[in-house]
Nanobody, 125 residues
Framework: AQQLTESRGGLVQPGGSLKLSCTGS????????MSWVRQAPGKKLEWVSA????????YYLDSVKGRFTISRDNAKNQVYLQLNDLKTEDTAKYHC??????????????????WGQGTQVTVAA
């Protein structure tokens, strides 16, 4: 069965950094675009970042551009999200997500319907 498992998040001070990882299993990881999405209580779901199967093409939500970096290691079946210069508004539960089908482009958020359980990132002084 397919599985996505995120690393533990945590409590970080504003301006701090954190690296999230997600390990995939049960599917051919290197063939799928992967994403990170986040949701905070009472707020809409946000498509934070995405990366193509070969790691060449990426997407970032405007509010995280220049602060977050997505990467992947297909040999380890892992996708990462480096979060730098964290702000209180980054507080949310972060999920990694797998695209529904294997294709070279990033697609749209609606095509990422298999998620991990998520990890909480809290940014507070």
């Amino acid at each position: 069965a397919q599985q996505l498992t995120e690393s533990r998040g945590g409590l970080v001070q504003p301006g701090g950094s954190l690296k999230l990882s997600c390990t995939g299993s049960g599917f051919w990881f290197s063939q799928y675009s992967m994403s990170w999405v986040r949701q905070a209580p009472g707020k809409k779901l946000e498509w934070v970042s995405a990366i193509s199967p070969d790691g060449v093409t990426t997407y970032y939500l405007d509010s995280v551009k220049g602060r977050f970096t997505i990467s992947r290691d297909n040999a380890k079946n892992q996708v990462y999200l480096q979060l730098n210069d964290l702000k209180t508004e980054d507080t949310a539960k972060y999920h990694c997500a797998k695209r529904d089908f294997a294709k070279g482009d990033l697609g749209t958020l609606s095509e990422y319907n298999f998620w991990g359980q998520g990890t909480q990132v809290t940014v507070a002084a």
